[in-house]
């Protein structure tokens, strides 16, 4: 009796280490709501605070750090790091940034990363793209929302734009956007918080030297990483009925870079289309692909896989930063639409042709740009990231995704996904042919592609 008690007690253990190494996930319908979930792990933060935001200002960022700064009074020993680019950061931001500085020497930390010019094999720049946060190594966020009012918004209704902006920049920046992120809990939140220690010993470096190391590794052993000891606990996340569990197998996260000669997001992004027999699924602020993947594309429609694409467009109510990028989207849709490239003198050729199974829509709301970052193959295995559809991803920033094999977290997906359709304005085979056909906006779409590296 006492044998097969002790047998039983080790069986419930071995259970418990099982269900302690799941990872439990939560698709957010907005950047909006990804804050909300960053604001309260916040506030219940006892060790450590990660942030690696790309941008960072405004409204949102005084939210966020007026929340650090009380916690930090809470919670002395909290260690708190943060790595994003000063461009978005206003005069009163920057008047809480000093002051945590002043008052906070030994916990508050912040590294901005800039853009390193690139002149070949294209003109670019590499900068740090990658979005991600977290707390205790417990819970996180992650995705393509950066932390600015512009992209913590709802994005299907058009906020009152602010124009007290300190930036520059900022005087042309939509008046809101449309983004998705996962908040999450588990195993993965120490794989994030590992690589963002990475990353901050990269641009650390580079503001010391001058000299970027391109390689996160260089930095495996030698960066601000630390063993967290004692955890958090957030009681809405625990009792969220959005979270689905998902076992370590099903989830991994992939990690890009100028330091790799093949991008490994690229590679997987054709690895999964290449997988694909049903339906693929694809939102994502720019629909330009570098040549490999759009091949890959080309061949799924040419064997009868259905793809929908949402993406940005021209239009009376689309914002004026789309105008720079979206016909170099727009000649991508004949090929999608018929499975091929074409002349100019096939145009009345085309038109007879068959249109493949491929439904291709422009997010349509007014002044709120589309900045999603998204697939799903299948119904079952999704992507969400901060990877664009677009050349500067694929050869110069550094970027981010989480890839799941669960049926019902991509049914949560499907459901957002269906709300942006919605709110999308469906493009005609007939369109597209004509902008396709047209020598100005098909050179236009060509010039744009060329210096997609630059947006």
């Given at each position: 009796?006492?044998?097969?008690?002790?047998?039983?007690?080790?069986?419930?253990?071995a259970?418990?280490?099982?269900?302690?190494?799941?990872?439990?996930?939560?698709?957010?319908?907005?950047?909006?709501?990804?804050?909300?979930w960053?604001?309260d792990?916040?506030?219940?933060?006892?060790?450590?605070?990660?942030?690696?935001?790309?941008?960072?200002?405004?409204?949102?960022?005084?939210?966020?750090?007026?929340?650090?700064?009380k916690?930090?009074?809470e919670?002395?020993?909290?260690?708190?790091?943060?790595?994003?680019?000063?461009?978005?950061?206003e005069?009163?931001?920057?008047?809480?940034?000093?002051?945590?500085?002043a008052?906070y020497?030994k916990?508050?930390?912040l590294?901005?990363?800039?853009?390193?010019?690139?002149?070949?094999?294209?003109?670019?720049?590499?900068?740090?793209?990658?979005?991600?946060?977290?707390?205790?190594?417990?819970?996180?966020?992650?995705?393509?929302?950066?932390?600015?009012?512009?992209?913590?918004?709802?994005?299907?209704?058009?906020?009152?734009?602010?124009?007290?902006?300190?930036?520059?920049?900022?005087?042309?920046?939509?008046?809101?956007?449309?983004?998705?992120?996962?908040?999450?809990?588990?195993?993965?939140?120490?794989?994030?918080?590992?690589?963002?220690?990475?990353?901050?010993?990269?641009w650390?470096?580079?503001?010391?030297?001058?000299?970027?190391?391109?390689?996160?590794?260089?930095?495996?052993?030698?960066?601000?990483?630390?063993?967290?000891t004692?955890?958090?606990?957030?009681?809405r996340?625990?009792?969220s009925d959005?979270?689905?569990?998902?076992?370590?197998?099903?989830?991994?996260?992939?990690?890009?870079?100028?330091?790799?000669?093949?991008?490994?997001?690229?590679?997987e992004?054709?690895?999964?289309?290449?997988e694909?027999?049903?339906?693929?699924?694809?939102?994502?602020?720019?629909?330009?692909?570098?040549?490999?993947?759009?091949?890959?594309?080309l061949?799924?429609?040419?064997?009868?896989?259905?793809?929908?694409?949402?993406?940005?467009?021209?239009s009376?109510?689309?914002?004026?930063?789309?105008?720079?990028?979206?016909?170099?989207?727009?000649?991508h849709?004949?090929?999608?639409?018929?499975?091929?490239?074409?002349?100019?003198?096939?145009?009345?050729?085309?038109?007879?042709?068959?249109?493949?199974?491929?439904?291709?829509?422009?997010?349509?709301?007014k002044?709120?740009?589309?900045?999603?970052k998204?697939?799903?193959?299948?119904?079952?295995?999704?992507?969400?990231?901060?990877?664009?559809?677009g050349?500067?991803?694929?050869?110069?920033?550094?970027?981010?995704i989480?890839?799941?094999?669960?049926?019902?977290?991509?049914?949560?997906?499907?459901?957002?996904?269906?709300?942006?359709?919605?709110?999308?304005?469906?493009?005609?085979?007939?369109?597209?042919?004509?902008?396709?056909?047209d020598p100005?906006?098909?050179?236009?779409?060509?010039?744009?592609?060329?210096?997609?590296?630059?947006l």
């Open positions: 009796m006492k044998h097969i008690f002790t047998f039983l007690i080790g069986i419930l253990f259970f418990s280490l099982i269900a302690e190494e799941q990872n439990e996930l939560i698709v957010t319908d907005n950047g909006m709501e990804m804050l909300q960053d604001l792990f916040i506030r219940k933060a006892q060790q450590s605070i990660e942030i690696s935001a790309v941008y960072l200002g405004g409204t949102v960022a005084r939210e966020l750090l007026a929340a650090i700064e916690r930090l009074s919670v002395p020993t909290l260690q708190v790091y943060i790595l994003t680019a000063p461009i978005l950061i005069k009163e931001d920057w008047a809480i940034i000093n002051r945590l500085k008052n020497p916990n508050f930390h590294e901005l990363p800039t853009t390193v010019a690139v002149i070949w094999p294209d003109v670019s720049g590499i900068d740090h793209h990658a979005k991600l946060f977290v707390v205790d190594e417990k819970y996180f966020s992650t995705g393509g929302t950066n932390l600015d009012e512009t992209a913590c918004s709802e994005g299907t209704w058009t906020p009152k734009k602010n124009f007290n902006k300190a930036s520059v920049l900022s005087h042309n920046l939509p008046a809101g956007m449309r983004d998705q992120d996962v908040v999450g809990k588990g195993p993965l939140a120490k794989e994030l918080r590992k690589i963002f220690y990475k990353f901050y010993a990269i650390e470096n580079y503001n010391r030297t001058g000299k970027l190391e391109k390689d996160p590794e260089k930095f495996a052993e030698q960066n601000h990483y630390f063993e967290v004692c955890q958090t606990e957030v009681e996340f625990e009792h959005k979270k689905r569990k998902l076992n370590p197998e099903q989830v991994r996260l992939v990690i890009c870079g100028p330091h790799q000669q093949n991008n490994v997001i690229t590679a992004y054709i690895r999964l289309i290449q694909a027999k049903e339906e693929i699924i694809i939102a994502n602020l720019y629909f330009c692909p570098v040549e490999p993947l759009f091949k890959a594309l061949a799924a429609v040419n064997r009868g896989v259905k793809i929908t694409v949402i993406t940005n467009g021209v009376d109510v689309a914002p004026e930063y789309t105008k720079f990028f979206c016909w170099a989207n727009r000649i849709y004949v090929p999608l639409f018929y499975g091929k490239t074409f002349h100019f003198w096939d145009a009345w050729h085309v038109a007879g042709l068959p249109v493949k199974n491929v439904s291709i829509f422009e997010y349509h709301v002044d709120i740009l589309l900045h999603k998204m697939m799903m193959i299948d119904g079952k295995k999704s992507v969400i990231g901060s990877y664009n559809f050349s500067r991803s694929d050869m110069g920033d550094y970027e981010l989480l890839v799941w094999d669960s049926q019902e977290l991509s049914n949560d997906l499907r459901k957002v996904h269906e709300k942006d359709i919605r709110h999308s304005r469906q493009i005609p085979p007939e369109d597209a042919r004509r902008w396709y056909f100005v906006k098909v050179s236009l779409g060509e010039i744009q592609k060329r210096f997609h590296g630059l």
